[in-house]
């Protein structure tokens, strides 16, 4: 029982976690299998609001808050994880840019088709050398008499080739660190922009991830998002917002997995009687279900602050940081709890298993959250 949770947003969570077992569950263990971009259930996502939740209504988005978003996140990946990474970021990055720092025209383009799904949006930072070192970008934007050319490579894009618009930093200020980046809108099909096959990853096979490049991709003049040289900063705002639905993806994972091994160790029986009664088993339950619910506590508290205005750098970091934490330990605990059926794909722990790995890596690694977190806890001090 979420007792935080207003009546009406546990009746939004109720529907959508109907809509996630009917009708995405039952399409994820093929789409793994073959993998390919789910355009039809994102499709009905879109229809139900999930594509554009806090996007406001006049730009065609749900018009709902930051704690809503992170509730029905949590039930898309409980249903599966490729769905929700899609939604996490086509949500969290692309649109709430756009939202806080578009300009009025940028926002009438684009916010309508994306919130409605009927456009997927990109975020692209990582470069094949540089992921955690977000600031050691190489990719150049240059002026020229009525716009930019983009040159450089991005990697590990989430819905690449897929996706119609691609926020992508760029540096406009060779000396400027992380003051010399800028920020682009750039829309598929736009000519020097190229994909790269899309990677054979470990697990969430239907969120397509490619590489790009770009060479003399020219750009029309505001194709500028946000101020000149201030795109990392925009990034860094925005991850924060973005690693609040990793940590809601994360605990949906992970509560996927949890009911499956409670389901499984209910009715397996070993030394005549369900494995649950031993203790072995119970105690690993009772942790899983311990940080669970921790880590859902920490997003949602963060959300809750963030919806208040308040600046969530720490505790987004700490949600994501626990909740992607939590999530590769449950879902090993499942595998673990399930034995040799854990380990099979008869059973979808094993795909939880795997899907979760990257919680602790994409949006920022474990190592960078708990920098951020460490940076934050010295700047709150020596204030
Ligand atoms: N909010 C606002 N401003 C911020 C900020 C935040 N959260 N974080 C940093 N800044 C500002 C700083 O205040 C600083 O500004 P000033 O110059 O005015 O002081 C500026 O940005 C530079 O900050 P740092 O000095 O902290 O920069 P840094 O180079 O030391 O790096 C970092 C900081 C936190 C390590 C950063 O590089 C980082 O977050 N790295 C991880 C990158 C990441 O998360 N990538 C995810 C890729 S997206 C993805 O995975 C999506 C997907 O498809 C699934």
Request: hydrophobic letters at 40%.
């Amino acid at each position: 029982m979420d007792l935080a949770l207003s009546e009406e947003l546990q009746l939004m969570q109720r529907s959508v976690r109907e809509f996630a077992r009917e009708q995405i569950y039952p399409v994820a263990g093929e789409l793994d299998r073959n993998p390919r971009f789910p355009w039809e259930t994102l499709g009905q996502m879109g229809e139900l609001g999930l594509l554009g939740v806090t996007t406001p209504e006049e730009y065609g988005g749900a018009g709902l808050d930051v704690l809503s978003y992170v509730v029905l996140l949590e039930e898309i990946a409980a249903a599966d994880a490729a769905h929700s990474t899609i939604m996490a970021v086509t949500n969290g990055l692309p649109q709430s840019m756009l939202v806080t720092y578009g300009t009025e025209e940028q926002k009438r383009r684009y916010l309508p088709r994306l919130a409605s799904g009927e456009w997927i949006g990109a975020f692209c930072l990582s470069e094949p050398h540089c992921g955690s070192d977000a600031a050691a970008i190489r990719t150049t934007a240059r002026r020229t008499a009525d716009g930019w050319v983009l040159d450089g490579s991005k990697a590990w894009i989430t819905s690449g080739g897929e996706a119609q618009l691609y926020v992508v930093m760029a540096k406009t200020d060779e000396k400027g660190g992380p003051r010399g980046i800028s920020c682009f809108l750039v829309e598929k099909g736009t000519a020097g922009m190229e994909f790269g096959k899309p990677e054979e990853k470990l697990g969430q096979h239907a969120a397509i991830t490619t590489g790009i490049s770009f060479e003399g991709c020219e750009l029309p003049d505001d194709a500028l998002l946000g101020p000149e040289n201030q795109g990392f900063i925009l990034s860094m705002s925005s991850l924060d917002g973005g690693r609040l639905g990793i940590a809601a993806q994360s605990v949906g994972i992970a509560r996927a997995a949890f009911e499956a091994a409670l389901d499984y160790a209910s009715e397996r029986e070993s030394f005549g009687e369900p494995i649950r009664e031993h203790q072995g088993v119970q105690f690993k339950l009772a942790d899983m279900a311990t940080r669970i619910e921790a880590a859902r506590l920490l997003t949602y508290k963060a959300a809750w602050l963030r919806d208040r205005g308040y600046r969530v750098t720490r505790e987004a970091s700490m949600a994501k940081l626990f909740a992607s934490e939590t999530a590769t330990f449950v879902t090993d605990a499942a595998v673990q709890i399930f034995g040799g059926y854990g380990y099979s794909r008869d059973y979808p722990v094993e795909r939880y298993f795997r899907d979760a790995r990257v919680t602790t890596i994409y949006e920022g690694t474990s190592e960078i959250q708990r920098m951020v977190i460490g940076r934050q806890l010295y700047r709150e001090r020596e204030r």
